[in-house]
């Protein structure tokens, strides 16, 4: 099950779309041991805060994601984690690639996705890139 989460008041989003849309595109990845997750969509100025706090970068980024670390107490649970986006980095993104907004986004979903089963372009010599290109066509993005 994938959840979406809106806390951003900017763009008016058709969450069902991105909801259908996750799911799908977790189907399609053998590492995902998980099916389960979460994608909140946020404002600029939460994402910049978040970029902070994480990743020591007083800048913001289009996607961040968290990946579940259970404590004893949480071992039952069946998540993958939580993947957050942007609205205005994506919007700002589409425009710039000459996409759509929601493309930008499924986009954007698929490189959560990635990064919450282990995935890391800026360790990986292309890795994930490479699987990310493969799962954009196989997912019509």
Not at 68 to 77: C, K, M, R, S, V
Not at 121 to 138: C, S, Y
Request: some cysteine; hydrophobic content about 35%.
């Amino acid at each position: 099950m994938v959840e979406i989460v809106n806390n951003q008041r900017k763009y008016k989003l058709e969450w069902e779309t991105f909801r259908t849309f996750a799911e799908t595109a977790v189907e399609e990845i053998s590492e995902a041991e998980q099916k389960n997750f979460t994608v909140a969509f946020i404002s600029d100025r939460r994402m910049r805060e978040l970029n902070k706090t994480f990743r020591e970068k007083n800048s913001t980024t289009d996607v961040l994601s968290f990946p579940f670390d259970p404590n004893e107490f949480e071992l039952g649970e069946e998540t993958l984690g939580e993947i957050v986006i942007s609205i205005e980095q994506a919007e700002k993104q589409a425009a710039e690639n000459d996409l759509s907004l929601a493309s930008e986004i499924k986009q954007l979903i698929l490189h959560g996705i990635l990064h919450l089963c282990g995935y890391d372009h800026e360790t990986d010599a292309g890795e994930m890139n490479r699987r990310e290109l493969k799962l954009r066509e196989t997912l019509a993005i």
